[in-house]
């Protein structure tokens, strides 16, 4: 019965490499949503995704940032040319089709160096 | 904009008594409101949720209280215990284009001394 696993915990990068942060929703989930978290804040939606699907990429930065929730395989936030402002807790979170109630993974903490 | 708000960033409780986290709201379109608890390092765990058809909704030591016409609610613990000791995030969604995507106030971190 596992939960919302992802990958990696924590991740640094210098300024101008790529950032591949995984998730694996619980089983039986098909809704995927990433949050990022700044320190001292709240959590900000940044996509929501179905399987082969984005819905909603609204809450995310239009440059540098993309996501994708493949049929085969885990959903994957990239984030391409990381700058020092990019560092944060990402957070993913799991739904069943139809729910409100999400339930998250560990989070992905981002340092940009 | 911050459409949830949590307006007290702490609050220490002693061990058995009654912790109460507030939460307001402006947007009068929210149809459901959760709560989580966090852990430093880790990732927010599901509390206890309201639909904003009720006024009240209760689960074992947690209780949660809808004000809809003072767009607020709030989380009760009683009795509180110092495992509760914790960041506690309030969220309000509505189905939309994001789907249930959630908004969240900024926390307020919770500790419960023995």
Request: charged share 20%; proline share 6%; net charge positive.
């Amino acid at each position: 019965n596992a939960g919302v696993m992802q990958n990696p915990r924590h991740l640094v990068r210098r300024r101008g490499q790529e950032a591949r942060l995984r998730c694996s929703p619980m089983k039986g989930h098909s809704h995927v949503y990433w949050y990022r978290q700044l320190p001292e804040e709240g959590l900000k939606f940044m996509v929501y995704l179905q399987k082969e699907n984005i819905i909603d990429e609204s809450g995310m930065p239009k440059e540098r940032f993309s996501a994708e929730f493949p049929k085969e395989g885990p959903s994957i936030l990239r984030i391409q040319q990381v700058v020092r402002g990019d560092s944060a807790a990402y957070f993913c979170a799991s739904s069943e089709a139809e729910a409100y109630e999400q339930y998250f993974g560990p989070g992905t903490r981002l340092t940009v160096t | 904009d911050q459409q949830v708000k949590q307006n007290s960033p702490s609050l220490s409780v002693q061990e058995g008594r009654i912790s109460i986290l507030n939460c307001d709201y402006t947007n009068s379109m929210f149809d459901y409101f959760l709560w989580y608890k966090k852990y430093p390092a880790e990732g927010p765990t599901f509390l206890i949720s309201i639909s904003s058809i009720k006024d009240k909704n209760e689960d074992g030591r947690f209780t949660v209280f809808l004000n809809k016409s003072a767009k607020h609610l709030s989380l009760h613990i009683v009795p509180s215990q110092p495992g509760d000791s914790a960041v506690y995030f309030c969220a309000a969604t509505s189905n939309s284009n994001s789907g249930y995507a959630l908004n969240f106030g900024k926390g307020t971190s919770l500790l419960v001394t023995p």
